[in-house]
């Protein structure tokens, strides 16, 4: 299937100046499903034609020049108005691609900050009593994923523990089985499916 073929079968994701780190994962997919990633990753020069260009060399700088304008017009649709009016000066997707990155995701600094805060947000979750364990793994796991996004690595044998901790009473018979017959350093996040309340 050629590239124009394929151009905008499903439309981007927007990117709406929150969640920045979502956004741009699901923009990579987007791209790489085009064939169009290349187009962002890369600012690439399309040489001009030599005299005399054979039909190849044609058919190769036409679709240069095609999938820069369309990873171009993707960036420029995937965006609220009020973002694109900050990019819309720029020339190439990478450009566009790079001024979004350094504009929302944030520096160092404030990364850091962010996943100080949501560690200590997990820390202080506690389940509710008439939560369920899923809901409450879900929740704790929403964060987890956050501190992954922001670049931090964040095991699923920290929320397995945490799950373990703060768990009422009634589950502590199947709780005892799972560390007599499994290894709970190397348990999922699958646990909430094998806790059932009495």
């Not at 879900?138 to 956050?146: E, G, H, M, Q, V």
Request: hydrophobic residues 40%.
């Amino acid at each position: 299937m050629d590239a124009e073929a394929s151009f905008s079968p499903i439309a981007p994701p927007v990117f709406d100046r929150d969640n920045y780190q979502i956004w741009a994962i699901r923009m990579e997919t987007y791209f790489d499903a085009l064939n169009l990633w290349e187009a962002v990753e890369e600012d690439y020069d399309i040489s001009a034609l030599p005299n005399n260009p054979t039909i190849s060399q044609i058919k190769a700088h036409k679709e240069k020049k095609t999938r820069r304008s369309k990873a171009k017009a993707c960036l420029f649709v995937a965006v609220l108005s009020t973002v694109f009016m900050r990019i819309m000066s720029l020339k190439t997707a990478k450009k566009v691609w790079d001024y979004l990155k350094e504009e929302y995701y944030g520096d160092e600094r404030i990364k850091g900050m962010q996943v100080l805060n949501l560690i200590r947000e997990f820390e202080l979750q506690k389940i509710k009593e008439s939560e369920t364990v899923k809901k409450y793994s879900d929740r704790l796991l929403n964060i987890a994923n956050k501190v992954r996004l922001l670049g931090s690595t964040f095991s699923d044998s920290r929320i397995v523990q945490k799950i373990l901790v703060t768990i009422p009473e009634r589950y502590e018979a199947t709780i005892t089985t799972l560390e007599n017959t499994k290894d709970l350093s190397k348990i999922s996040c699958s646990i909430p499916r094998k806790l059932k309340s009495k």
